[in-house]
């Protein structure tokens, strides 16, 4: 069994099933392997010195690049949506519609923002994001051991793109699956 797994916080159903899992990984060996993973959250810190790091659309709402009247119509959106996102008592059927409407009216008033492209690597910078501990061991491992990785984020996909570069791990067996802006090519606005 992997060491980590036998910690007191990793919970179980099946074990056993676990160790039937990792021993065909095992067997399968590397050349079989793929790896597929979220970003917010999962590859990205989700907190630092006892505060929440942000998400990809954080780093956006929270800049310089986002007026102070859009950045309070993002905090309302989410103050109305959110709860509704994590209410156990809704199926799934009933958030969707909602979660539509809350990315759709959140995307409009991006748009009205008109961010540069070439400000996305400055509010990156700025914006205290940063991966998990032990990133560098696993990004690199996988690229050196040629394994795909294949990260699929409901996030902005030009704003973790970035967040990988500047820690210099966006390495060419990684592929991004994300929400990307689409800039004008004249202004490299959106």
Aim: proline share 5%; aromatic share 8%.
């Amino acid at each position: 069994m992997v060491p980590e797994l036998l910690n007191e916080s990793v919970h179980m159903k099946n074990p056993e099933h676990v160790k039937e899992i990792i021993a065909s990984l095992h067997r399968g060996g590397k050349e079989k392997l793929q790896v597929i993973s979220d970003f917010d959250m999962t590859l990205s810190q989700s907190h630092f010195n006892g505060r929440r790091c942000p998400t990809s659309y954080n780093i956006i709402d929270n800049s310089h690049l986002v007026s102070d009247a859009c950045r309070q119509q993002l905090h309302e959106l989410f103050n109305t949506y959110y709860p509704l996102e994590k209410d156990p008592k809704r199926t799934v059927e009933e958030k969707y519609p909602l979660m539509i409407e809350w990315w759709t009216k959140a995307h409009d008033l991006l748009i009205q923002q008109r961010i540069p492209k070439q400000q996305i690597a400055r509010v990156v910078k700025e914006s205290g994001a940063m991966l998990r501990d032990g990133h560098d061991v696993f990004f690199n491992g996988l690229y050196s051991d040629k394994v795909p990785l294949f990260i699929f984020s409901a996030g902005i996909g030009d704003v973790l793109e970035e967040i990988l570069l500047q820690a210099g791990v966006f390495h060419p067996n990684v592929t991004v699956v994300s929400n990307y802006m689409d800039f004008d090519e004249k202004t490299s606005r959106p």
